[in-house]
């Protein structure tokens, strides 16, 4: 299992050595920032699993930093204790909150709730560059944008998404979408090829199916790198 990175932002030296020493003996990889500013700049190079983030901060302030983490759980630590600000932070993207002084096995507790809640998260999720499908809730994001598709179109994505590497037959193709759609036959899966190919242009304006001719189809490994 692949060792989980946290990144501690706290100018408190003392909180910080206390908070590193208990999560190396989790068995965590951790990191350290003293400063916004300095949080950013290892953000850069290192994207943790989660983030221990204190509010008073020099220069830029816990609440400034925080919109730049998204998509990455941080738990906030703050001897703040007022409910209105709590919420506020929770609604504007932290994951948790825990009040100074806290418990550090309670502490333990919640961050090993949120990188559970994590992994959950990214094993329900498909990614290739800019197309996101869930597939708990159907839903296809497209360059974020919601990209709204048929049932056979939805599983036609789902099957490409998780082999992306791979060229997939029609029958291979044909017969593992059926177990989420009956409506596709042979002579109908190329316009519902051709239907998806088209919404998901639309959306990110390039291709990402590829027709391998007397083969069958795979996602395009081109222009992954322009914007």
């Known amino acids: 299992m692949r060792v989980k990175n946290i990144l ?66 941080v738990i906030v630590m703050s001897a703040r204790a007022d409910v209105d600000d709590k919420v506020e932070l929770l609604l504007g993207g932290a994951a948790d909150y825990v009040t100074k002084p806290f418990s550090g096995k309670e502490l333990l507790a919640r961050i090993a709730v949120q990188l559970r809640e994590k992994e959950e998260k990214v094993k329900s999720e498909l990614n290739y560059d800019k197309i996101l499908l869930n597939t708990e809730t159907g839903q ?48 109908s899966l190329k316009v519902h090829i051709s ?19 007397g083969i069958g189809f795979r996602l395009r490994a081109e222009d992954l790198t322009e914007s």
């Not at 206390?18 to 190079?45: D, H, I, N, P, Q």
């Not at 049932?151 to 177990?179: C, D, F, H, W």
């Open 140 to 187: 296809c994001f497209v360059a974020e944008k919601e990209v709204h598709l048929t049932r056979t179109e939805y599983a036609i994505l789902k099957m490409l998404l998780a082999n992306p590497t791979q060229i997939i037959s029609r029958s291979v193709m044909l017969e593992r979408i059926g177990e989420d759609t009956p409506d596709c036959m042979e002579n």
């Open 8 to 73: 501690i932002v706290d100018d408190d030296i003392s909180i910080g050595n206390m908070l590193e020493e208990m999560l190396r003996k989790e068995r965590y990889a951790v990191f350290r920032a003293y400063s916004g500013t300095e949080a950013l700049l290892l953000l850069r190079e290192n994207k943790p699993d989660l983030v221990l983030l204190d509010l008073m901060l020099p220069g830029m302030s816990g609440e400034e930093v925080l919109p730049h983490f998204r998509g990455i759980p």
């Open 195 to 213: 239907h998806l190919r088209t919404k998901l242009r639309q959306a990110a304006g390039r291709d990402y199916i590829e027709t391998v001719w």
